[in-house]
């Protein structure tokens, strides 16, 4: 009997000790949770803001640093040169990855449907970008540059639709 009671003993120590170790575990994955939940953000920036001051300057410099001009004074490559040409592209291509971020915040997201679908579309181009950059290698770069276009037109098109017009009302 006093064998029987040692292993109970030992048995309810056991549950005793687990079940403390886990009850203390369990309000620090709860309160990590709240505290995302109840995370605050800085967007005093609005979403035009963040495409004006952000996006916009980092994509240009991307797509004015890829591809080729033919024209009347003859052929240029636009791709960087010196490693720290390609370091440059690099890093506006790391801006790009992080305003798909900005523009998935809460407070920015216009909803949680294709706007979220067009800014991991945001990132994964710019993530292209980067890569192609870090290797130096042209054609990657230059077909990162034509998925942030399609990206940024598809979004346009979706949310934004006078924005692709301008050029039309341009020429009138």
Known sequence: MHILASKLSKTALTLLVGGALAACSAPEETESAATNDAATYNTSLDVKQVMALVLEPASDILWDSG?????????????????????????????????????????????????????????????????????????????????????????????????????DDAED
């Open 67 to 167: 591809g080729w001009i033919l024209d009347a004074s003859g052929y240029e490559e636009l791709y960087p040169t010196t490693d720290e040409g390609w370091d440059y592209v690099r890093a506006q291509a790391a801006i790009i990855v992080e305003s798909g971020n900005m523009l998935a915040l809460p407070g920015r997201a216009e909803d949680n449907d294709a706007w979220m679908i067009y800014a991991e579309g945001l990132s994964e181009a710019g993530v292209l970008a980067m890569e192609a950059a870090a290797s130096h290698n042209e054609e990657d770069f230059f077909q990162a540059g034509a998925q942030l276009y399609s990206v940024c037109t598809a979004c346009h098109q979706a949310y934004n639709p006078d924005i692709n017009n301008r050029f």
